[in-house]
């Protein structure tokens, strides 16, 4: 469902009319109900793309912060208290789980929407990001061996 930039319409009515009216940017589309003219949809695809930057940022912050040479050094340290192998991207992956853990478990219990919720949503999506490129060097030396 889309949201107009200009009227703030949900679905197909408009917010700022009487609630019949069909805002006059979006267009019947055969896959979906309604979709918006414009794409990716103005000031929300703008808003998504700027957290993308924003991740980037954070993860450049945190890594000078935590990663003491190896990007990955606070994930084997935490291996290791665990007694898992720190030279495991798996054992490595157990452990950013356990680290987001606490993130989505703050947010769950909030349900809401907030500055501190905000903080932790930017974590778990840095998790998330490093996880993959954890599963990207995990495929690049399963196809060195």
Known sequence: MSICDECQLIGTVCRGTDGLETCKDFVQNPHSRYQHKQEPCGKFAETVLKAFDDEKDLYKQKAE?????????NFRGGAALQGLNPESLDDCFRVLLGYCDKHIVFVYQSGKLGPKEAESLKDIANYMVIAL???????ENEDET
């Open 65 to 73: 912060q935590y990663a003491q040479g190896d990007p990955l050094a």
């Open 133 to 139: 490129g954890m599963y990207r060097m995990k495929g």
